[in-house]
């Protein structure tokens, strides 16, 4: 069988979106403090060799094989190794599904910075993908019970999610949040302990790769030259809005627009558009990144106010912005063929309705089976490193190694004076 454009594409975004990995791992190491920045980078890193493994193993199974459960989950051992699939192009969108998933769980390190064992998130990652994000993929896009044959699909329309407003960012963000009450706040946690990213530059490369990866992940899966040539320019401007948004909000509430509001509000539009990408025009597309900009920008600071400590804003941009994304689709979406569309297009509350429940049944979803995996890792071999191990940085207790050598060798580093220092 000849390779076609297609596939090439196909190929071209999955490399795409698994550069996005490396990308949040600047990112977020651009955000953290300097004595956990190679943490942070290597909590994703290790997402990408535990969950390659996981997905040929048993979790492309577990999303696209036989329904078991009632729709819930598809059968792991269907596919298990792959090995049905090999002399086939099949393999083509497997791996492209499994970037998706290795993104997905990265993203939730964010929140639980400064003080997370390493080991512990090794435990942590293949669980989540197995229990969560692989049956939450197959209930969405593998014919579950989200989907158009499913039961909910079935009782309340079939919500759109063309590339991950449930399945990636509300799964991640609201899973970050549930490890976040299970971990604890950092001893330092609160507006007076706030600390500033140590390293803005990284976290503005760590953006760029982002936004250039998003065009693969959001592309991908496009049918026509039509639709592709629509998620692309929606892709281009919900994060531009997304962007000028933030950076306003920022300058009326605080009197100055910041380098690292414009990085969190272009990946705030990125979020939001994502579910949406392929069924709003350009300028629905203008809508969802203003609003999230905004809605995002405000939530960031509730963490203070509801005493959860999620250390690089996961829950602020990708929980809030991915719930936006998801229910505007719900006012946006263009008619299909001169019928349906959004509530703004005439098509009535249907397809509202269709995202409001998939949105909710996500977040009850991903709550309950985050809070059965993280309070058993925290009950037995402990998700928390020691008061004194934070205090020093996870880079050394954790890695034995340091972001930054000061002088003659690593042994001249002090993280604690120059955390102070900073």
């Known amino acids: 069988m000849e390779l076609t454009a297609s596939d090439v594409w196909v190929m071209v975004s999955a490399a795409l979106v698994l550069l996005m990995t490396p990308g949040l791992a600047f990112f977020y190491g651009g955000m953290a403090r300097a004595k956990a920045a190679l943490n942070m980078v290597m909590m994703s890193f290790i997402s990408i060799g535990l969950v390659g493994v996981v997905w040929a193993l048993w979790g492309y199974g577990m999303t696209s094989a036989p329904a078991l459960l009632g729709g819930l989950v598809g059968n792991p051992a269907e596919d298990f190794g792959l090995m049905s699939h090999v002399g086939t192009p099949d393999l083509i969108g497997i791996g492209f599904g499994a970037t998706f998933a290795i993104i997905t769980v990265a993203l939730i390190s964010g929140a639980v910075a400064d003080r997370t064992r390493f080991g512990s998130w090794s435990v942590f990652v293949p669980i989540w993908v197995t229990l969560v994000y692989c049956p939450l993929a197959f209930m969405v896009w593998g014919g579950g019970l989200l989907s158009a044959d499913g039961a909910i699909g079935r009782t309340f329309g079939e919500a759109i999610d063309f590339a991950g407003g449930t399945v990636v960012h509300i799964n991640a963000g609201l899973a970050a949040l549930v490890l976040v009450y299970i971990i604890g706040s950092r001893s330092d946690f609160g507006p007076k302990g706030f600390h500033k990213p140590h390293n803005i530059p990284l976290v503005m490369i760590g953006t760029a790769m982002l936004w250039f990866g998003w065009f693969g992940f959001n592309g991908g899966a496009a049918g026509t030259a039509e639709e592709a040539g629509l998620i692309w320019v929606n892709t281009m401007v919900a994060p531009a809005a997304a962007m000028l948004a933030w950076l306003v909000t920022e300058r009326v509430r605080d009197g100055h627009a910041t380098s690292i509001g414009a990085a969190s509000g272009v990946v705030a539009g990125l979020v939001a558009i994502t579910p949406a990408c392929a069924s709003v025009s350009p300028l ?3 809508l969802i990144g203003v609003v999230a900009g905004i809605g995002s920008a405000l939530a960031v600071g509730l963490k203070y ?3 959860y400590d ?3 804003d996961v829950v602020g941009v990708h929980l809030v912005a991915g719930i936006i994304g998801t229910v505007m689709i719900g006012f946006l979406a263009l008619p299909t063929d001169g ?4 509530l703004f297009y005439g098509g009535g509350a249907g397809q509202l309705v269709a995202q409001v429940v998939a949105t909710l049944f ?6 309950v089976m985050t809070a059965i995996i993280g309070l058993a890792i925290a009950k037995t071999i402990g998700f ?3 008061a004194e191990d934070e205090a020093r940085g996870v880079d050394l207790s954790e890695h034995s190694e340091s972001a930054y050598a000061f002088g003659e060798g690593d042994a001249s580093y002090d993280p604690i004076a120059e955390e102070a220092r900073v």
């Open 284 to 286: 629905g597309a203008l």
């Open 305 to 307: 106010k509801f005493g």
């Open 310 to 312: 999620d250390a690089l």
């Open 339 to 342: 019928e349906g569309g959004g």
């Open 362 to 367: 996500t977040l009850v979803f991903t709550g």
């Open 384 to 386: 928390r490193v020691s």
